[in-house]
């Protein structure tokens, strides 16, 4: 319905039109006529914007449009926007045709509920599944692995003493999933898609998951600014929480959030590479710095305007760019970076480069193949001696700094979809639905 646009929703009008809410990036509103298979666009090119447009049909057998702007319209002869107030629009309606009502809990229990009545019913849903996807794998502050599934989000954690997994159920309000976590002060910070939400779990505490003061997981609310996407995550320099993240639906402009737990207080800073994400963070013990790698994709239905990934140096003391360099020709993300003892900064692309840069000279010192195809997300890190490990879908690998090439050290028999832990000489990651140990072994 629309070329240059990555989403179509269609609704069946009472016409027997079919009209197609375009999302996200240039949003517009296509009427296709089945019968002449031809299409009208009722929204002026000048006039789309980014944003969500929804679209429903009302009892009446009239499709309604809701605009980014969130005013509502009623579509005329299907052709024409006419204004409505959100009040006077036939919405259908919801629950069953007996009036009863109905929604799940924690998605393996139907609660039915009758308004009049008020009587209730409670069916558990017994089914036996696959597995939820795992999304991200962290190390805890009590040497635990903790991990979130995907869709729905649940926090989970591995003990390697005992070997027991637990489901720690929702860690925040978001519905997708963790998308990045780190310890600090004996506390898990975890931040969530969608809306980049931040939560912290402290695992002394009993487990009570909400908002409030007491909750165990705590959401602590959106990061702002239109982000959604929080890929990244640095903790403790200057005592404070670093997130790197993409931008909502339609949106260009990543940005590097900051949160103070002490003082209880955020700030994000959005177009620090402009039209840019912050895929990746490396914090620079040495020069107190952060190193951040980015990615020329922004939110979700939108089309790259920049060409290549740049690595910025960032100042967590006054919270500023300090310097910026293309490190990789022609690389669209940095998918990994990790920062040496002796500071220099090591990353993967996602065109299967690795590279060195030195921050004190700020130059490129190196730039080489990774030899293997597929890398991960978020998943090269130091080990307890001195060699970086890295995951690509079929290899675990190691870069000794100073030698700098890659070699690979193992390969699974599963695919490595998500990463990464290293927790002693164990490295742990995500097979689809299933937690993995390697053991790092006495030469590697």
């Not at 794998?137 to 027991?164: A, K």
């Not at 940005?255 to 003082?263: L, M, N, R, S």
Request: hydrophobic residues 35%; neutral net charge; aromatic residues 10%.
């Amino acid at each position: 319905m629309d070329e240059k646009q990555f989403y179509c929703y269609p609704t069946a009008g009472g016409d027997g039109l079919i009209y197609c809410a375009i999302r996200f990036e240039k949003t517009d509103i296509v009427v296709f006529d089945p019968l002449k298979e031809t299409r009208i666009s009722l929204i002026p090119l000048e006039e789309r914007r980014s944003g969500w447009l929804s679209l429903t049909r009302g009892e009446d057998g009239k499709v309604y449009a809701r605009l980014p702007s969130g005013r509502w319209f009623r579509i005329e002869d299907g052709k024409n926007l006419l204004e409505a107030l959100e009040s006077e629009i036939p919405f259908p309606k919801r629950g069953l045709p007996d009036g009863r009502q109905f929604h799940l809990v924690d998605t393996n229990i139907l609660k039915i509920q009758n308004p009049a009545t008020k009587e209730e019913k409670e069916i558990p849903l017994r089914h036996e599944a696959s597995g939820a996807f795992l999304f991200v794998v962290g190390l805890g502050p009590d040497g635990r692995i903790y991990g979130s599934s995907m869709l729905p989000l649940r926090l989970f954690v591995y003990n390697p003493i005992d070997q027991s997994l637990t489901n720690l159920g929702k860690a925040a309000h978001a519905s997708g999933q963790v998308y990045s976590m780190e310890s600090y002060d004996g506390k898990l910070y975890l931040c969530s898609y969608p809306a980049a939400r931040l939560s912290v779990y402290d695992p002394k505490r009993p487990l009570k998951f909400g908002d409030g003061e007491d909750a165990n997981p705590r959401d602590l609310g959106p990061m702002g600014e239109g982000q959604d996407r929080p890929r990244a995550m640095i903790a403790g320099p200057h005592g404070k929480i670093y997130i790197g993240s993409y931008p909502d639906y339609g949106l260009h402009g990543g940005a590097i959030g900051v949160y103070d737990p002490k003082k209880k207080e955020r700030r994000v800073y959005r177009h620090i590479i402009p039209n840019q994400s912050l895929a990746s963070l490396a914090y620079l013990e040495k020069f107190d710095l952060v190193a951040g790698g980015s990615s020329v994709r922004g939110g979700g239905g939108t089309r790259a305007i920049e060409k290549e990934a740049k690595l910025i140096l960032w100042e967590p003391k006054e919270e500023k760019k300090v310097f910026e360099i293309v490190p990789v020709p022609d690389a669209r993300t940095i998918l990994s970076l990790a920062a040496t003892p002796g500071g220099l900064v090591y990353g993967v692309t996602d065109n299967e480069k690795v590279f060195i840069f030195d921050p004190e000279k700020k130059e490129m010192r190196k730039i080489f193949n990774l030899g293997l195809k597929r890398p991960v997300e978020v998943s090269l890190q130091m080990g307890p001696d001195g060699l970086l490990y890295g995951l690509t879908q079929e290899q675990i690998f190691f870069i000794e700094p100073g030698k700098d090439q890659v070699l690979p050290m193992a390969k699974p028999p599963v695919p490595i979809t998500s990463g990464m832990a290293i927790s002693g000489r164990k490295i742990y990651f995500g097979s689809h639905a299933f937690l993995y140990e390697f053991e790092i072994p006495s030469n590697p």
